[in-house]
């Protein structure tokens, strides 16, 4: 079935330490989000990549950065996570950027940040 | 500006009651409107959409929504409900591009 992938579905990190975490999709979709959902709350958009272009929103802090080497993968760095970086972190994925398209999730990678 | 509201942060049903989750909106324009679900410690999946056409759209699991322009809703339904439907629901809207702005979300809790 064609899918999007994460992992791993847990990590476990130290304050100030990097952290990278992937994410995969067999849907062949040309845009990529990340999104960060803390405590069952509504899921907040950091990025996405439209193809080879990435697309920050205003609000993204500098700490969070974003890799796409090529259609399948996309990864999200954290270069020094703090433990307010503690969440949900979700991949999605949709055709476009048109407001029609649906966004297919994965499954998420849970943070700790000890 | 697009926002989505959902008034209840709870809804609880017995199984087999018909069950019901509330989302209104607010966007200029023609609204494309989606309902996620979410279980614990998993991902958001997409139960279905509004784009255009017949107000009542049929989606995953059994259930449906019915978009209502003139009350600016879109509620989620299912008729007959089941313990497994229990989880956290989203409701989405967006307009023009990719940028989907979510409600709150409503925990549902299904009891045997």
């Known amino acids: 079935d064609a899918m999007v992938i994460q992992n791993p579905r847990y990590q476990v990190t130290q304050f100030g330490k990097p952290v990278t975490l992937s994410c995969s999709q067999t849907l062949n979709h040309n845009v990529m989000y990340w999104y960060q959902q803390k405590s069952s709350q509504a899921p907040k958009l950091l990025f996405h990549y439209y193809d080879k272009d990435f697309n920050n929103e205003a609000d993204t802090p500098d700490n969070f950065q974003s890799r796409r080497p090529n259609t399948s993968f996309c990864f999200l760095d954290i270069r020094s996570p703090g433990l307010g970086d503690a969440a949900m972190y979700l991949c999605?994925?949709?055709?476009?950027?048109?407001?029609?398209?649906?966004?297919?999730f994965g499954p998420g990678t849970r943070l700790t940040v000890l | 500006a697009q926002s989505v509201a959902q008034p209840e942060d709870q809804v609880n049903v017995a199984e087999g009651n018909p069950l019901t989750v509330k989302c209104t909106y607010s966007?200029?324009?023609?609204?494309?409107l989606f309902w996620y679900v979410q279980y614990p410690n998993r991902g958001l999946q997409f139960l279905l959409k509004y784009i255009t056409g017949d107000n009542l759209v049929k989606g995953s699991y059994g259930f449906e929504a019915e978009f209502n322009k003139s009350q600016t809703s879109f509620h989620l339904k299912k008729p007959s409900a089941l313990v497994s439907d229990s989880a956290l629901y989203f409701c989405a809207v967006s307009f023009n591009d990719y940028k989907l702005s979510f409600g709150a979300g409503t925990t549902v809790t299904v009891r045997a």
């Open positions: 999605a994925t949709s055709r476009s950027v048109e407001g029609s398209d649906t966004q297919y």
């Open positions: 966007v200029s324009g023609n609204p494309y």
